[in-house]
């Protein structure tokens, strides 16, 4: 298995996340946009998972070489992304925004599905490959933090350039593991008959609900601790908490999935997502309870991640795995991150962070709720004909 070649497109592609995600609005702000358009501007990130991931699958899925696609998505999210260098006003920014998000969106899926191609009957090492993109994404949040302490935030293109190069060059040194390669491409009955079966509509709407829920962390979660008295350093802390333990959950996931079922792990990650986000909502005061909180991100985001690819891998087996992608991540993160966002701005304006977060804390609960009741393991039969 090639270990590092596939831990080295994680690494470069949550580099450029660790970039983009927490200094692109500063970017926006410099080039002189308002909060209305820099809030349009940063939800295209979630619009263009909608279509992307889905499309693309859909696109490489009829091709004699599919890892082409993963080629011309890297190239074309540099190519896009060489715009952002330019002076541009508010309409050049969302046009760029608009290719660059599809681009970018557009490849992970197609990746995670060449890594469980590589990973067939050994699922379970997925997170020690994974574990990369979390540290890339600390290694240039740091990074660029020192930097833009030093240079003008306007040079921020500049410095993600290499970043989005790296990731491209590492596209062309991997492709799909030897069964994948060999398989037909996946007849597309076979596939909606899969998505219309109990377990895995289940599955994908406790994703969405568990998306939903993590709408107020990404949107508010700073402002919300600024609101009851913290301080930037301790923002920052608490962020870091919850990086670094993720980073340690998916090190140990291999010993995890050995111990319990996916499905079990599922459950009880989004059973802790619904306490974090009540306690979170009640008791925003108090620094021990806020921290224990955070110390839960290593089983409601790193748990519930590496479950979910495990249990993808046993739905869509084979070729399946990337039409499966694209549904996961158009479904999930595109539709359940977009309308996240949106319940979340709207819980704020009728009553604050405390609000949102119980509102989290509900969606949660049913997710849970849904994934004790019917998400279950992929039948022997089904897993065997896939």
């Known amino acids: ?79 896009s992304f060489c715009v952002f260098l330019l002076p541009l006003d508010f309409a050049g920014l969302f046009a760029a925004m608009c290719v660059f998000c599809f681009f970018h ?15 067939h009957g050994i699922a379970e090492r997925y997170g020690t490959i994974r574990v990369w993109g979390s540290i ?79 709408g107020p962390l990404y949107t508010f979660f700073s402002l919300y601790l600024e609101q009851h008295g913290y301080k930037p350093s301790a923002l920052g802390l608490f962020w870091a908490i919850g990086v670094a333990v993720e980073v340690l959950v998916f090190f140990l996931s291999p010993r995890l999935f050995l111990r319990w079922p996916a499905q079990t792990v599922l459950l009880v990650a989004v059973a802790s997502a619904a306490v974090r986000w009540l306690v979170t909502a009640l008791f925003p005061d108090s620094v021990v309870i806020m921290t224990l909180a955070q110390l839960t991100h290593a089983v409601n985001f790193a748990a519930f991640f590496a479950s979910v690819m495990q249990l993808m891998a046993q739905y869509f087996p084979g070729p399946l795995g990337g039409p499966g992608q694209g549904v996961f991540y158009g479904f999930s993160s595109g539709v359940g991150g977009a309308l996240g966002a949106l319940i979340a701005g709207q819980a704020w304006r009728w009553g604050g962070g405390k609000l949102a ?14 994934a004790w009741r019917w998400v279950r393991p992929a039948p022997a039969q089904a897993v065997a004909n896939g």
């Open 357 to 370: 977060f119980e509102l989290a804390a509900g969606f949660a609960a049913i997710a849970a709720l849904i």
């Open 136 to 214: 890339g994404f600390i290694a240039i949040v740091a990074l660029f933090g020192f930097l833009l302490d030093h240079v003008a935030v306007v040079w921020l293109p500049l410095l993600m350039l290499p970043l989005l190069v790296g990731v491209a060059g590492s596209a062309f040194v991997n492709d799909y593991g030897p069964a994948q390669r060999a398989a037909l491409p996946a007849a597309g009955a076979e596939f909606r008959a899969r998505l219309r079966r109990p377990e895995i509509a289940a599955f994908f709407l406790v994703c969405l609900l568990v998306q939903l829920s993590f």
């Open 1 to 79: 298995m090639p270990a590092f070649r596939l831990s080295s497109f994680y690494f470069m592609y949550y580099a450029v996340l660790g970039g983009f995600t927490p200094y692109w609005s500063l970017y926006l702000k410099d080039r002189g946009q308002d909060a209305a358009a820099i809030g349009l501007l940063m939800s295209l990130w979630y619009a263009t998972r909608i279509v992307a991931p889905s499309s693309w699958n859909w696109l490489a899925g009829r091709s004699s070489r599919p890892i082409r696609w993963l080629h011309l998505g890297c190239l074309a999210s540099v190519a």
């Open 105 to 119: 969106n557009a490849t992970m899926p197609q990746f995670e599905a060449i890594t469980l191609s590589h990973l």
